[in-house]
Protein backbone atom coordinates (compact mmCIF):
# COMPACT_ATOMS: atom_id res chain seq x y z
CA UNK A 1 0.00 0.00 0.00
CA UNK A 2 1.23 3.48 -1.28
CA UNK A 3 1.91 5.55 1.75
CA UNK A 4 -0.21 8.83 2.00
CA UNK A 5 1.53 11.52 1.15
CA UNK A 6 0.11 14.87 3.53
CA UNK A 7 2.71 17.21 1.91
CA UNK A 8 3.31 16.60 -1.42
CA UNK A 9 4.86 19.19 -4.03
CA UNK A 10 5.56 18.72 -7.91
CA UNK A 11 8.28 20.91 -9.56
CA UNK A 12 7.95 23.85 -7.22
CA UNK A 13 9.44 26.49 -8.36
CA UNK A 14 9.82 30.22 -6.93
CA UNK A 15 11.92 33.16 -8.29
CA UNK A 16 12.39 36.50 -7.52
CA UNK A 17 13.25 38.47 -10.52
CA UNK A 18 16.39 36.55 -11.69
CA UNK A 19 17.28 34.63 -8.74
CA UNK A 20 15.69 30.58 -8.42
CA UNK A 21 14.82 30.59 -4.44
CA UNK A 22 13.64 26.66 -5.37
CA UNK A 23 13.79 24.80 -8.41
CA UNK A 24 11.95 22.09 -9.54
CA UNK A 25 11.44 20.85 -5.84
CA UNK A 26 9.45 17.97 -5.30
CA UNK A 27 8.61 16.82 -1.54
CA UNK A 28 6.96 13.76 -0.12
CA UNK A 29 6.26 13.69 3.11
CA UNK A 30 3.84 11.05 4.77
CA UNK A 31 1.63 11.27 7.09
CA UNK A 32 2.92 10.68 10.81
CA UNK A 33 6.63 11.11 9.94
CA UNK A 34 9.17 13.38 11.49
CA UNK A 35 10.04 15.20 8.64
CA UNK A 36 13.76 16.97 8.80
CA UNK A 37 14.23 19.32 5.87
CA UNK A 38 17.94 19.98 6.08
CA UNK A 39 19.94 22.44 3.77
CA UNK A 40 22.88 25.31 4.48
CA UNK A 41 21.49 28.78 5.00
CA UNK A 42 19.80 30.17 2.10
CA UNK A 43 19.35 27.00 0.16
CA UNK A 44 15.06 27.86 0.10
CA UNK A 45 14.01 26.08 3.20
CA UNK A 46 11.98 29.59 4.13
CA UNK A 47 10.61 29.98 1.08
CA UNK A 48 9.18 26.04 0.66
CA UNK A 49 7.44 26.42 3.94
CA UNK A 50 6.17 29.86 2.88
CA UNK A 51 4.36 28.46 0.03
CA UNK A 52 3.19 25.33 2.16
CA UNK A 53 1.68 27.78 4.73
CA UNK A 54 0.15 30.04 1.98
CA UNK A 55 2.22 32.95 2.65
CA UNK A 56 3.25 33.12 -1.15
CA UNK A 57 2.22 31.84 -3.72
CA UNK A 58 4.61 29.58 -6.08
CA UNK A 59 5.89 30.93 -9.42
CA UNK A 60 5.28 27.08 -10.92
CA UNK A 61 4.47 23.65 -9.84
CA UNK A 62 1.92 22.51 -7.47
CA UNK A 63 1.73 22.02 -3.67
CA UNK A 64 -0.85 20.17 -1.52
CA UNK A 65 -1.49 19.83 2.18
CA UNK A 66 -3.67 17.27 3.61
CA UNK A 67 -4.80 16.90 -0.30
CA UNK A 68 -5.94 20.50 -0.67
CA UNK A 69 -3.88 22.99 -3.35
CA UNK A 70 -1.92 25.84 -1.29
CA UNK A 71 -3.29 28.11 -3.98
CA UNK A 72 -6.78 27.30 -4.70
CA UNK A 73 -7.59 25.93 -1.20
CA UNK A 74 -5.50 28.11 0.91
CA UNK A 75 -8.53 27.97 4.27
CA UNK A 76 -8.57 24.69 4.16
CA UNK A 77 -4.68 24.51 3.79
CA UNK A 78 -4.38 26.91 7.14
CA UNK A 79 -7.44 24.60 9.00
CA UNK A 80 -4.32 22.12 8.70
CA UNK A 81 -1.50 23.27 9.40
CA UNK A 82 0.15 24.69 12.19
CA UNK A 83 3.05 27.10 11.47
CA UNK A 84 5.82 28.06 13.43
CA UNK A 85 8.18 30.70 11.35
CA UNK A 86 12.04 31.27 12.69
CA UNK A 87 11.39 34.35 14.62
CA UNK A 88 8.48 34.30 17.72
CA UNK A 89 6.35 37.39 16.93
CA UNK A 90 5.07 38.86 20.21
CA UNK A 91 2.93 41.47 21.19
CA UNK A 92 4.15 43.95 23.64
CA UNK A 93 1.29 43.86 26.26
CA UNK A 94 0.26 40.49 26.84
CA UNK A 95 -0.19 37.94 29.35
CA UNK A 96 1.18 34.38 28.34
CA UNK A 97 -2.81 32.91 28.44
CA UNK A 98 -3.89 35.98 26.35
CA UNK A 99 -1.62 34.81 23.70
CA UNK A 100 -3.04 31.20 23.26
CA UNK A 101 -6.18 32.59 24.09
CA UNK A 102 -5.93 35.40 20.85
CA UNK A 103 -4.52 32.46 18.51
CA UNK A 104 -7.44 30.15 19.20
CA UNK A 105 -9.62 32.72 18.56
CA UNK A 106 -8.25 33.27 15.71
CA UNK A 107 -8.49 29.93 14.83
CA UNK A 108 -12.27 30.12 15.62
CA UNK A 109 -12.66 27.70 18.42
CA UNK A 110 -15.26 28.81 20.49
CA UNK A 111 -14.91 31.12 23.65
CA UNK A 112 -16.13 28.18 25.87
CA UNK A 113 -13.90 25.43 25.04
CA UNK A 114 -10.73 28.32 24.69
CA UNK A 115 -9.77 28.27 29.03
CA UNK A 116 -9.34 24.44 29.11
CA UNK A 117 -7.50 24.36 25.36
CA UNK A 118 -4.80 26.61 27.26
CA UNK A 119 -4.42 25.15 30.38
CA UNK A 120 -3.97 21.80 28.25
CA UNK A 121 -1.39 23.22 25.62
CA UNK A 122 0.14 24.97 28.67
CA UNK A 123 0.40 21.97 30.44
CA UNK A 124 1.74 19.96 27.42
CA UNK A 125 4.78 22.45 26.93
CA UNK A 126 5.12 23.35 30.88
CA UNK A 127 4.22 26.52 31.34
CA UNK A 128 1.35 26.11 33.52
CA UNK A 129 3.10 28.02 35.99
CA UNK A 130 3.96 31.52 33.90
CA UNK A 131 0.17 31.41 32.74
CA UNK A 132 0.03 34.97 33.96
CA UNK A 133 3.35 36.39 33.06
CA UNK A 134 3.71 39.23 30.38
CA UNK A 135 4.89 37.07 27.18
CA UNK A 136 7.90 39.57 26.69
CA UNK A 137 8.94 38.66 30.24
CA UNK A 138 9.93 34.64 29.03
CA UNK A 139 12.90 33.23 27.58
CA UNK A 140 13.86 31.98 24.45
CA UNK A 141 13.19 28.98 25.21
CA UNK A 142 9.96 29.06 27.36
CA UNK A 143 9.00 31.91 23.77
CA UNK A 144 9.52 29.13 21.22
CA UNK A 145 7.53 26.58 23.97
CA UNK A 146 4.97 29.05 23.96
CA UNK A 147 5.07 28.95 20.25
CA UNK A 148 4.89 25.40 19.77
CA UNK A 149 1.86 25.62 22.27
CA UNK A 150 0.36 28.06 19.79
CA UNK A 151 1.10 25.59 16.38
CA UNK A 152 -1.19 23.29 17.97
CA UNK A 153 -3.99 25.50 19.03
CA UNK A 154 -6.49 24.37 16.35
CA UNK A 155 -5.37 20.56 15.80
CA UNK A 156 -3.82 21.16 12.64
CA UNK A 157 -2.75 17.60 11.11
CA UNK A 158 0.48 18.87 9.94
CA UNK A 159 3.12 21.55 12.16
CA UNK A 160 5.46 23.09 9.90
CA UNK A 161 8.08 24.52 12.13
CA UNK A 162 11.30 26.59 10.71
CA UNK A 163 14.26 26.36 12.45
CA UNK A 164 12.74 25.88 15.96
CA UNK A 165 15.94 25.15 17.92
CA UNK A 166 17.75 27.86 16.65
CA UNK A 167 19.61 30.17 18.65
CA UNK A 168 18.35 28.29 22.06
CA UNK A 169 20.70 26.91 24.27
CA UNK A 170 21.29 22.92 24.66
CA UNK A 171 18.72 22.47 27.72
CA UNK A 172 16.66 24.18 25.98
CA UNK A 173 17.18 22.85 22.25
CA UNK A 174 16.58 19.14 24.02
CA UNK A 175 13.59 20.44 25.51
CA UNK A 176 11.98 21.03 22.19
CA UNK A 177 13.46 18.25 20.64
CA UNK A 178 11.07 16.10 23.05
CA UNK A 179 8.60 18.21 22.33
CA UNK A 180 8.56 17.31 18.92
CA UNK A 181 8.45 13.74 19.79
CA UNK A 182 5.99 13.80 21.90
CA UNK A 183 3.77 15.71 18.85
CA UNK A 184 4.87 13.11 16.78
CA UNK A 185 3.47 10.66 19.20
CA UNK A 186 0.07 12.91 19.51
CA UNK A 187 -0.30 11.80 15.71
CA UNK A 188 0.98 14.82 14.30
CA UNK A 189 2.68 15.08 10.88
CA UNK A 190 6.11 17.40 11.83
CA UNK A 191 7.75 19.00 8.88
CA UNK A 192 10.52 21.00 10.22
CA UNK A 193 13.68 23.04 9.10
CA UNK A 194 17.45 22.72 10.20
CA UNK A 195 20.73 23.61 9.30
CA UNK A 196 22.24 21.71 11.72
CA UNK A 197 21.76 17.94 11.42
CA UNK A 198 22.46 16.67 14.81
CA UNK A 199 19.42 18.14 15.85
CA UNK A 200 17.05 16.47 12.83
CA UNK A 201 19.57 12.52 13.28
CA UNK A 202 18.34 11.69 16.85
CA UNK A 203 14.75 12.11 16.20
CA UNK A 204 13.88 11.74 12.62
CA UNK A 205 11.82 9.19 10.37
CA UNK A 206 12.14 10.79 6.96
CA UNK A 207 15.08 13.54 5.66
CA UNK A 208 15.28 15.69 2.77
CA UNK A 209 18.43 17.32 1.77
CA UNK A 210 17.61 20.83 -0.17
CA UNK A 211 20.54 22.92 -1.61
CA UNK A 212 20.58 25.97 -3.88
CA UNK A 213 16.67 25.55 -4.01
CA UNK A 214 16.93 21.60 -5.32
CA UNK A 215 16.15 18.52 -3.53
CA UNK A 216 19.47 16.27 -3.43
CA UNK A 217 17.94 13.44 -1.61
CA UNK A 218 15.13 12.43 0.01
CA UNK A 219 13.52 9.32 1.85
CA UNK A 220 13.91 7.21 5.13
CA UNK A 221 17.10 7.94 7.00
CA UNK A 222 18.25 4.68 6.24
CA UNK A 223 17.55 4.82 2.73
CA UNK A 224 18.95 8.32 2.70
CA UNK A 225 22.49 6.77 4.68
CA UNK A 226 22.32 4.05 1.64
CA UNK A 227 21.97 6.43 -1.21
CA UNK A 228 24.43 8.62 0.24
CA UNK A 229 26.89 6.38 1.52
CA UNK A 230 26.62 2.90 -0.49
CA UNK A 231 29.87 1.33 1.11
CA UNK A 232 31.23 1.14 4.58
CA UNK A 233 34.35 2.52 5.23
CA UNK A 234 37.06 0.07 7.11
CA UNK A 235 40.07 2.02 8.18
CA UNK A 236 43.10 -0.77 8.57
CA UNK A 237 46.33 -0.20 9.94
CA UNK A 238 49.19 -2.59 8.95
CA UNK A 239 52.59 -2.99 10.47
CA UNK A 240 53.55 -4.57 6.81
CA UNK A 241 53.19 -6.33 3.90
CA UNK A 242 50.77 -3.73 2.03
CA UNK A 243 50.38 -4.77 -1.02
CA UNK A 244 49.82 -8.54 -0.20
CA UNK A 245 46.72 -7.22 2.38
CA UNK A 246 45.74 -5.16 -0.16
CA UNK A 247 45.69 -7.64 -2.83
CA UNK A 248 44.22 -10.13 -0.60
CA UNK A 249 41.40 -7.73 0.24
CA UNK A 250 40.61 -7.09 -3.39
CA UNK A 251 39.19 -10.60 -4.09
CA UNK A 252 36.70 -11.09 -1.22
CA UNK A 253 33.20 -10.22 -2.57
CA UNK A 254 31.49 -7.20 -1.50
CA UNK A 255 34.81 -5.11 -1.45
CA UNK A 256 34.66 -2.45 -4.32
CA UNK A 257 37.77 -0.63 -3.92
CA UNK A 258 40.82 -0.18 -1.48
CA UNK A 259 42.50 2.56 -0.87
CA UNK A 260 45.97 3.60 0.28
CA UNK A 261 46.00 6.09 2.78
CA UNK A 262 48.01 8.69 4.58
CA UNK A 263 50.33 7.51 6.96
CA UNK A 264 49.48 7.71 10.63
CA UNK A 265 52.92 8.13 13.03
CA UNK A 266 54.83 6.25 10.64
CA UNK A 267 52.27 2.56 9.87
CA UNK A 268 50.72 1.91 6.84
CA UNK A 269 46.94 2.28 6.27
CA UNK A 270 44.20 1.64 3.94
CA UNK A 271 40.75 1.86 3.82
CA UNK A 272 38.38 -0.78 2.25
CA UNK A 273 35.13 0.17 0.69
CA UNK A 274 32.98 -2.56 1.56
CA UNK A 275 29.09 -3.11 0.88
CA UNK A 276 28.62 -6.37 2.93
CA UNK A 277 27.17 -6.61 6.82
CA UNK A 278 28.46 -7.40 10.10
CA UNK A 279 29.39 -10.84 9.70
CA UNK A 280 31.43 -9.42 6.33
CA UNK A 281 33.21 -7.09 8.38
CA UNK A 282 34.60 -9.82 10.43
CA UNK A 283 35.59 -11.97 7.45
CA UNK A 284 37.66 -9.30 6.35
CA UNK A 285 40.30 -9.82 9.79
CA UNK A 286 39.79 -13.23 9.33
CA UNK A 287 41.09 -13.13 6.20
CA UNK A 288 44.14 -11.04 6.75
CA UNK A 289 44.81 -13.14 9.98
CA UNK A 290 44.61 -16.17 8.05
CA UNK A 291 47.18 -14.86 5.77
CA UNK A 292 49.64 -13.63 8.37
CA UNK A 293 49.48 -10.10 7.75
CA UNK A 294 49.92 -8.05 10.51
CA UNK A 295 46.80 -5.83 11.16
CA UNK A 296 47.42 -2.94 14.06
CA UNK A 297 44.49 -1.18 14.02
CA UNK A 298 40.73 -2.65 12.51
CA UNK A 299 38.29 -0.37 12.59
CA UNK A 300 34.96 0.95 10.80
CA UNK A 301 34.95 4.27 10.31
CA UNK A 302 31.40 5.24 11.38
CA UNK A 303 29.47 7.87 9.34
CA UNK A 304 26.90 9.99 11.39
CA UNK A 305 24.53 12.32 9.41
CA UNK A 306 26.88 15.48 9.10
CA UNK A 307 29.05 13.50 6.79
CA UNK A 308 26.41 12.28 5.03
CA UNK A 309 25.44 16.18 4.80
CA UNK A 310 28.51 17.31 3.86
CA UNK A 311 28.82 14.51 0.98
CA UNK A 312 25.36 15.21 0.04
CA UNK A 313 25.98 19.23 -0.18
CA UNK A 314 28.68 20.22 -1.82
CA UNK A 315 29.14 23.39 -0.17
CA UNK A 316 27.56 25.50 -3.09
CA UNK A 317 26.25 27.27 -1.17
CA UNK A 318 27.99 28.31 1.37
CA UNK B 1 -7.69 19.62 -6.78
CA UNK B 2 -8.87 16.86 -4.84
CA UNK B 3 -10.54 17.91 -1.67
CA UNK B 4 -11.07 14.51 0.43
CA UNK B 5 -15.32 14.89 0.90
CA UNK B 6 -14.53 13.69 4.76
CA UNK B 7 -12.45 16.93 5.44
CA UNK B 8 -15.21 19.08 4.46
CA UNK B 9 -17.26 18.55 7.19
CA UNK B 10 -15.16 19.29 9.83
CA UNK B 11 -14.03 22.24 8.13
CA UNK B 12 -17.75 24.53 8.92
CA UNK B 13 -17.38 28.10 7.97
CA UNK B 14 -18.55 30.67 9.89
CA UNK B 15 -19.93 34.13 8.70
CA UNK B 16 -17.09 36.72 7.99
CA UNK B 17 -19.62 39.36 10.12
CA UNK B 18 -19.49 37.77 13.23
CA UNK B 19 -20.15 39.49 16.67
CA UNK B 20 -17.90 41.87 18.05
CA UNK B 21 -16.99 40.21 21.30
CA UNK B 22 -16.25 37.32 18.47
CA UNK B 23 -13.66 39.32 16.80
CA UNK B 24 -9.74 38.45 18.50
CA UNK B 25 -8.22 41.34 17.04
CA UNK B 26 -11.23 43.58 18.80
CA UNK B 27 -10.80 41.55 21.72
CA UNK B 28 -6.83 42.09 21.66
CA UNK B 29 -6.47 45.42 21.16
CA UNK B 30 -8.71 46.50 23.56
CA UNK B 31 -7.09 44.56 26.42
CA UNK B 32 -3.63 45.95 25.53
CA UNK B 33 -5.22 49.68 24.70
CA UNK B 34 -6.48 50.03 28.54
CA UNK B 35 -3.57 48.17 30.18
CA UNK B 36 -1.38 49.84 32.31
CA UNK B 37 -1.43 53.52 32.97
CA UNK B 38 -1.31 54.63 29.29
CA UNK B 39 -5.03 54.86 28.65
CA UNK B 40 -6.09 56.46 31.55
CA UNK B 41 -3.16 59.12 31.43
CA UNK B 42 -4.16 59.66 28.12
CA UNK B 43 -7.77 60.10 29.01
CA UNK B 44 -6.57 62.46 32.25
CA UNK B 45 -4.72 64.63 29.79
CA UNK B 46 -7.11 65.16 27.32
CA UNK B 47 -9.42 66.12 29.64
CA UNK B 48 -7.12 68.28 32.00
CA UNK B 49 -5.91 70.31 28.57
CA UNK B 50 -9.54 70.91 27.82
CA UNK B 51 -11.02 71.78 31.48
CA UNK B 52 -7.90 74.38 31.45
CA UNK B 53 -9.28 75.81 28.00
CA UNK B 54 -12.39 76.10 28.80
CA UNK B 55 -11.99 77.62 32.11
CA UNK B 56 -9.98 80.36 30.14
CA UNK B 57 -12.49 80.82 27.44
CA UNK B 58 -15.11 81.02 30.27
CA UNK B 59 -12.79 84.26 31.84
CA UNK B 60 -11.96 86.02 28.72
CA UNK B 61 -15.98 86.08 27.37
CA UNK B 62 -17.16 86.31 30.74
CA UNK B 63 -15.38 89.35 30.44
CA UNK B 64 -15.83 90.54 27.23
CA UNK B 65 -19.79 90.12 27.60
CA UNK B 66 -20.31 91.77 30.75
CA UNK B 67 -18.33 94.95 29.32
CA UNK B 68 -19.71 95.14 26.34
CA UNK B 69 -23.33 95.89 27.06
CA UNK B 70 -23.29 96.50 30.90
CA UNK B 71 -25.49 93.22 31.36
CA UNK B 72 -24.21 89.99 30.71
CA UNK B 73 -25.53 88.34 27.86
CA UNK B 74 -25.21 84.42 29.48
CA UNK B 75 -26.45 82.67 26.40
CA UNK B 76 -23.86 84.10 24.45
CA UNK B 77 -20.63 82.97 27.28
CA UNK B 78 -22.61 79.72 26.93
CA UNK B 79 -22.78 79.39 23.16
CA UNK B 80 -18.91 80.59 22.32
CA UNK B 81 -18.25 78.17 25.26
CA UNK B 82 -19.72 75.28 23.57
CA UNK B 83 -18.03 76.29 20.52
CA UNK B 84 -14.57 76.60 21.70
CA UNK B 85 -14.70 73.15 23.28
CA UNK B 86 -15.97 71.63 20.25
CA UNK B 87 -13.01 73.03 18.06
CA UNK B 88 -10.66 71.84 20.30
CA UNK B 89 -12.51 68.68 20.50
CA UNK B 90 -12.34 68.45 16.73
CA UNK B 91 -8.44 69.33 16.58
CA UNK B 92 -7.61 66.61 19.62
CA UNK B 93 -9.84 63.80 18.19
CA UNK B 94 -7.94 65.06 14.15
CA UNK B 95 -5.09 63.99 16.15
CA UNK B 96 -5.34 61.42 18.13
CA UNK B 97 -7.58 59.01 15.83
CA UNK B 98 -5.19 58.37 13.86
CA UNK B 99 -2.39 58.11 16.27
CA UNK B 100 -4.34 54.66 17.46
CA UNK B 101 -4.72 53.64 13.59
CA UNK B 102 -1.56 54.50 11.92
CA UNK B 103 0.39 51.45 13.50
CA UNK B 104 -2.27 49.47 13.71
CA UNK B 105 -0.99 46.62 10.87
CA UNK B 106 2.54 48.00 10.44
CA UNK B 107 2.95 47.68 13.93
CA UNK B 108 1.70 43.37 12.98
CA UNK B 109 4.55 43.60 10.44
CA UNK B 110 7.60 45.13 12.35
CA UNK B 111 6.84 42.71 15.44
CA UNK B 112 6.61 39.66 12.71
CA UNK B 113 3.05 38.75 13.89
CA UNK B 114 1.43 40.13 10.84
CA UNK B 115 2.46 36.61 8.70
CA UNK B 116 1.35 34.83 11.87
CA UNK B 117 -2.33 35.78 11.57
CA UNK B 118 -1.88 35.62 8.12
CA UNK B 119 -1.44 31.83 8.25
CA UNK B 120 -4.50 31.31 10.58
CA UNK B 121 -8.42 31.58 9.73
CA UNK B 122 -9.02 35.09 10.59
CA UNK B 123 -10.42 36.91 7.33
CA UNK B 124 -8.85 40.36 5.96
CA UNK B 125 -11.86 42.11 6.98
CA UNK B 126 -12.19 40.84 10.36
CA UNK B 127 -8.83 41.83 11.09
CA UNK B 128 -9.24 45.90 9.45
CA UNK B 129 -12.51 45.86 11.90
CA UNK B 130 -11.11 44.68 14.89
CA UNK B 131 -8.36 47.32 14.66
CA UNK B 132 -10.51 50.30 12.98
CA UNK B 133 -13.69 49.43 16.05
CA UNK B 134 -11.17 49.40 18.78
CA UNK B 135 -9.25 52.37 17.79
CA UNK B 136 -12.71 54.51 17.45
CA UNK B 137 -14.06 53.12 20.97
CA UNK B 138 -11.58 54.61 22.66
CA UNK B 139 -12.01 58.16 20.28
CA UNK B 140 -15.69 57.25 21.61
CA UNK B 141 -14.65 57.18 25.30
CA UNK B 142 -12.66 60.58 24.70
CA UNK B 143 -15.70 62.87 23.86
CA UNK B 144 -18.04 61.01 25.71
CA UNK B 145 -15.97 61.90 28.88
CA UNK B 146 -15.83 65.41 27.24
CA UNK B 147 -19.34 65.36 27.60
CA UNK B 148 -19.51 67.23 30.82
CA UNK B 149 -17.89 69.69 30.27
CA UNK B 150 -19.75 70.08 26.94
CA UNK B 151 -22.43 70.42 29.31
CA UNK B 152 -21.37 73.49 31.10
CA UNK B 153 -22.94 75.38 28.41
CA UNK B 154 -26.10 74.31 29.26
CA UNK B 155 -25.67 76.38 32.73
CA UNK B 156 -25.58 79.54 30.45
CA UNK B 157 -28.30 78.81 28.09
CA UNK B 158 -27.78 79.17 24.50
CA UNK B 159 -27.47 76.11 23.32
CA UNK B 160 -29.57 73.37 22.11
CA UNK B 161 -29.56 69.76 21.86
CA UNK B 162 -29.82 69.75 18.72
CA UNK B 163 -26.87 71.66 18.60
CA UNK B 164 -24.51 68.79 20.79
CA UNK B 165 -26.31 65.82 18.51
CA UNK B 166 -25.07 67.24 15.53
CA UNK B 167 -21.19 68.58 16.98
CA UNK B 168 -21.11 64.91 18.13
CA UNK B 169 -21.80 63.41 14.76
CA UNK B 170 -19.35 65.17 12.94
CA UNK B 171 -17.25 64.70 15.36
CA UNK B 172 -17.38 60.81 14.98
CA UNK B 173 -17.79 61.00 11.90
CA UNK B 174 -14.14 62.81 11.27
CA UNK B 175 -12.69 60.29 13.59
CA UNK B 176 -14.05 57.56 11.37
CA UNK B 177 -12.60 58.71 8.15
CA UNK B 178 -8.97 59.85 9.81
CA UNK B 179 -8.74 56.64 11.80
CA UNK B 180 -9.70 54.72 8.40
CA UNK B 181 -6.78 57.03 6.58
CA UNK B 182 -5.08 55.59 9.42
CA UNK B 183 -5.54 52.21 8.76
CA UNK B 184 -5.22 52.48 5.18
CA UNK B 185 -1.94 53.90 5.34
CA UNK B 186 -0.82 51.24 7.51
CA UNK B 187 -1.69 48.88 5.81
CA UNK B 188 0.52 49.70 2.91
CA UNK B 189 3.22 50.91 4.96
CA UNK B 190 6.21 48.55 6.11
CA UNK B 191 7.24 51.07 9.47
CA UNK B 192 5.07 52.75 11.36
CA UNK B 193 6.87 55.73 11.18
CA UNK B 194 6.01 55.99 7.24
CA UNK B 195 2.74 55.22 8.01
CA UNK B 196 1.85 57.80 10.33
CA UNK B 197 4.16 60.89 8.33
CA UNK B 198 1.17 59.95 5.24
CA UNK B 199 -1.46 60.00 7.63
CA UNK B 200 -0.90 62.79 9.21
CA UNK B 201 -0.01 64.72 5.95
CA UNK B 202 -3.68 63.53 4.52
CA UNK B 203 -5.37 64.86 7.76
CA UNK B 204 -3.84 68.16 7.38
CA UNK B 205 -4.81 68.13 4.11
CA UNK B 206 -8.05 67.42 4.24
CA UNK B 207 -8.41 69.92 7.30
CA UNK B 208 -6.18 72.87 6.48
CA UNK B 209 -4.46 72.54 2.74
CA UNK B 210 -7.66 71.15 0.69
CA UNK B 211 -10.16 74.15 2.19
CA UNK B 212 -7.40 77.02 1.59
CA UNK B 213 -6.47 75.19 -1.78
CA UNK B 214 -10.21 75.38 -3.11
CA UNK B 215 -11.05 78.48 -1.64
CA UNK B 216 -8.52 80.30 -3.07
CA UNK B 217 -9.45 79.31 -6.55
CA UNK B 218 -12.97 80.00 -6.14
CA UNK B 219 -12.23 83.76 -4.56
CA UNK B 220 -10.42 84.48 -7.56
CA UNK B 221 -13.11 83.18 -9.68
CA UNK B 222 -15.89 84.86 -7.64
CA UNK B 223 -14.73 88.34 -8.13
CA UNK B 224 -15.10 88.12 -11.60
CA UNK B 225 -18.78 86.33 -11.19
CA UNK B 226 -19.84 88.84 -8.78
CA UNK B 227 -19.57 91.49 -11.51
CA UNK B 228 -22.16 89.90 -14.03
CA UNK B 229 -25.58 90.68 -12.18
CA UNK B 230 -26.81 87.14 -13.03
CA UNK B 231 -28.04 84.41 -10.41
CA UNK B 232 -27.02 81.25 -12.40
CA UNK B 233 -23.47 82.14 -11.46
CA UNK B 234 -24.38 82.93 -8.27
CA UNK B 235 -26.32 79.93 -7.80
CA UNK B 236 -23.24 77.80 -9.34
CA UNK B 237 -20.64 79.82 -6.95
CA UNK B 238 -22.75 79.03 -3.45
CA UNK B 239 -22.79 75.34 -4.37
CA UNK B 240 -19.23 75.30 -5.41
CA UNK B 241 -18.86 76.91 -1.79
CA UNK B 242 -21.34 74.53 -0.25
CA UNK B 243 -19.26 71.46 -1.55
CA UNK B 244 -16.06 72.93 0.16
CA UNK B 245 -17.59 73.41 3.15
CA UNK B 246 -18.63 69.97 3.51
CA UNK B 247 -15.22 68.50 2.96
CA UNK B 248 -13.81 70.40 6.11
CA UNK B 249 -15.39 69.41 9.34
CA UNK B 250 -14.50 72.35 10.84
CA UNK B 251 -16.45 74.54 8.28
CA UNK B 252 -19.34 72.39 8.24
CA UNK B 253 -19.84 72.40 11.83
CA UNK B 254 -19.46 76.37 11.78
CA UNK B 255 -22.11 76.63 9.11
CA UNK B 256 -23.95 74.14 10.73
CA UNK B 257 -24.44 75.99 13.94
CA UNK B 258 -24.61 79.29 11.55
CA UNK B 259 -28.17 77.76 10.28
CA UNK B 260 -29.28 76.17 13.41
CA UNK B 261 -28.98 79.53 14.99
CA UNK B 262 -30.53 81.87 12.50
CA UNK B 263 -33.13 79.70 10.78
CA UNK B 264 -33.77 77.31 13.81
CA UNK B 265 -33.59 73.97 10.75
CA UNK B 266 -31.97 70.95 10.75
CA UNK B 267 -32.06 69.58 7.23
CA UNK B 268 -32.43 72.95 5.04
CA UNK B 269 -31.60 76.37 5.16
CA UNK B 270 -32.63 79.29 2.47
CA UNK B 271 -30.03 81.61 1.42
CA UNK B 272 -31.76 85.01 -0.24
CA UNK B 273 -29.69 85.59 -3.48
CA UNK B 274 -28.34 89.19 -4.50
CA UNK B 275 -31.28 89.88 -6.66
CA UNK B 276 -34.22 88.99 -4.03
CA UNK B 277 -34.67 85.52 -5.17
CA UNK B 278 -34.13 82.82 -2.09
CA UNK B 279 -32.38 79.51 -2.54
CA UNK B 280 -33.03 76.52 -0.34
CA UNK B 281 -29.65 74.19 0.30
CA UNK B 282 -29.26 71.44 2.16
CA UNK B 283 -27.47 71.94 5.96
CA UNK B 284 -23.85 70.82 5.24
CA UNK B 285 -23.54 68.60 8.01
CA UNK B 286 -25.55 66.43 5.81
CA UNK B 287 -23.37 66.16 2.31
CA UNK B 288 -20.33 65.80 4.68
CA UNK B 289 -21.54 62.90 7.29
CA UNK B 290 -22.50 60.86 3.70
CA UNK B 291 -19.39 62.06 1.86
CA UNK B 292 -16.95 61.29 5.04
CA UNK B 293 -18.74 57.84 5.69
CA UNK B 294 -18.62 57.17 1.72
CA UNK B 295 -14.63 57.80 2.04
CA UNK B 296 -14.64 55.40 5.04
CA UNK B 297 -15.88 52.75 3.36
CA UNK B 298 -13.62 53.41 0.10
CA UNK B 299 -10.33 53.73 2.80
CA UNK B 300 -11.62 50.76 4.26
CA UNK B 301 -12.11 48.44 1.18
CA UNK B 302 -8.58 49.26 -0.01
CA UNK B 303 -6.73 48.38 3.20
CA UNK B 304 -8.40 45.06 3.44
CA UNK B 305 -7.86 44.29 0.18
CA UNK B 306 -4.07 45.22 0.28
CA UNK B 307 -4.26 43.00 4.07
CA UNK B 308 -5.67 39.98 1.85
CA UNK B 309 -2.92 40.38 -0.79
CA UNK B 310 -0.51 37.68 -1.30
CA UNK B 311 2.97 38.33 -1.85
CA UNK B 312 4.26 37.75 -5.08
Known sequence: MAEELIIETHGLVKRYGKLVAVNNLSLKVPRGAIYGFVGPNGAGKTTTMRILTTLITPTAGDAYVAGYSVVDYPREVRRAIGYMPDFFGVYDDMKVWEYLDFFAACYEIPERERPGLINDLLALVDLTHRRDDMVEKLSRGMKQRLSLARTLAHDPDVLILDEPASGLDPRARIEIRELLVEMARMGKTIFFSSHILADVAEICTHLGIIESGEIVAQGTVTDIRRQLMPAREILITLLDQV?????????IAGVTGVHDMSDAHGRRRIRVDFTGDDEGVSQLLQTLSARGIPVVNFAEETHDLETVFMRATKGIVS | MTAPAAKLGRGRRIGRWRPLTDNPVFIKELRGRMRGARAFVVLTFYLGLLGAFTGLMYLAVAESAMSVSGQSNVGEVGRTLFVSIVAIEMLLVAFIAPAFTAGAISSEREHQTFDLLRTTLLGPTSFVLGKLL????????????????????????????????????????TALLFSTVGIFFSSRAHRTLSASVLTYTSVAFFTFGLPIMIGGVVLMFGFSINNVQSTTPQIALLYVLGAIICTNPAATALLTQYVLLNQQTIGTFTYTLSGGETLTLIS??????????????????????RVHQIEN
Do not use: N
Open chain 2, 134 to 173: SAMLYVLLLLLAAVPLQSIAFFFGGVAETEVILSFVILIV
Open chain 1, 243 to 251: DAAKAALAQ
Open chain 2, 284 to 305: PWIPFTLLYLVLTVVFFALAVR
